[in-house]
């Protein structure tokens, strides 16, 4: 998580809150240690940047789960269209 808290420039009681919401579910080092996967940095920095903008934590990760929603529907549409044209 250190390097993480770092990274982002938030606090780890910020990261810790945000996997409690289950916007992120950091995997376990045989330690105990949170670790997270470059996807998940990049949810919580979008997170961090809604919240640094005034936007309420629920309110970002609510936000950042419908853009990953709507990406993923995206990615859907362009591989269902790209199998059609084949």
Do not use: K
């Not at 982002?8 to 080092?29: E, H, K, P, Y």
């Not at 309420?56 to 419908?66: F, G, H, N, Q, T």
């Amino acid at each position: 998580m250190g390097r993480a808290v770092d990274t982002l420039g938030v606090t780890a009681a910020f990261l810790r809150s945000l996997d409690d919401m289950g916007l992120v579910v950091a995997q376990r080092s045989p330690g105990g240690h949170r670790r997270y996967s470059r996807n998940q940095l990049r949810l919580l920095s979008r997170v961090r940047e809604l919240v640094s903008n005034g936007t309420a934590v629920e309110a970002a990760c609510r936000i950042v789960s419908l853009e990953e929603q709507l990406a993923d529907a995206r990615r859907d549409l362009r591989d269902q269209t790209a199998d059609d044209r084949s």
